[in-house]
T-cell receptor, first 110, second 113 residues
């Protein structure tokens, strides 16, 4: 079974708007990462946040981590049509096993 | 600098057959992980190889096996194929076994008929 679960499953917004997607997980983690996947191709790493970090920024991306709630959020600001993709959170546990959620499908309309 | 490469791109096999998928990691990476991604689902962790040994394994039967070579490249073997093995198989490489970003290859699309 997959540990991470993203919410919402699908999100449709207009270009220029912000997109927020959430990830919840079940057990303690070492790190949480966010990936993007275009049309069933390989995944692209976006950002990694360690369990002792609370917030991280990279360009238009902002990730938060709340280990007490076992949840993370990914915010994409000023979205573009090119951001249309599926977004996955992935966690690795104390045994270095990796778990991906089922993803959020983001559609950014031009 | 070549990224992660996988071969073949597509593959069609018949139930009961065996298949071998190949992966070359990104230059400088020593760890290879394999994932199975069914349509509409997130990737599921199959196993991870480091120093030519299987270090971690997900919830997959023994029909799934692998190998890592001295040059860090890796193979995924699946025996006695089932229809349910149809999926995109992704290889990811990293430097080290945990807490590092993984670089993914484009995947091999396996169809079992």
């Amino acid at each position: 079974s997959q540990q991470g679960e993203e919410d919402p499953q699908a999100l449709s917004i207009q270009e220029g708007e912000n997109a927020t997607m959430n990830c919840s997980y079940k057990t303690s983690i070492n790190n949480l990462q966010w990936y993007r996947q275009n049309s069933g191709r390989g995944l692209v790493h976006l950002i990694l946040i360690r369990s002792n970090e609370r917030e991280k920024h990279s360009g238009r991306l902002r990730v938060t981590l709340d280990t007490s709630k076992k949840s993370s959020s990914l915010l994409i600001t000023a979205s573009r049509a090119a951001d249309t993709a599926s977004y996955f959170c992935a966690t690795d546990d104390n045994f270095n096993k990796f778990y991906f959620g089922s993803g959020t499908k983001l559609n950014v309309k031009p | 600098d070549a990224g992660v490469t996988q071969s073949p791109t597509h593959l069609i096999k018949t139930r009961g057959q065996q298949v071998t998928l190949r992966c070359s990691p990104k230059s400088g990476h020593d760890t290879v992980s394999w994932y199975q991604q069914a349509l509409g689902q997130g990737p599921q962790f199959i196993f991870q190889y480091y120093e030519e040994e299987e270090r971690q394994r997900g919830n997959f039967p023994d029909r799934f096996s692998g190998h890592q070579f001295p040059n860090y490249s890796s193979e995924l073997n699946v025996n006695a194929l089932l229809l349910g093995d149809s999926a995109l198989y992704l290889c990811a490489s990293s430097h080290g076994t945990g807490g590092y970003e993984q670089y993914f290859g484009p995947g091999t699309r396996l169809t079992v008929t």
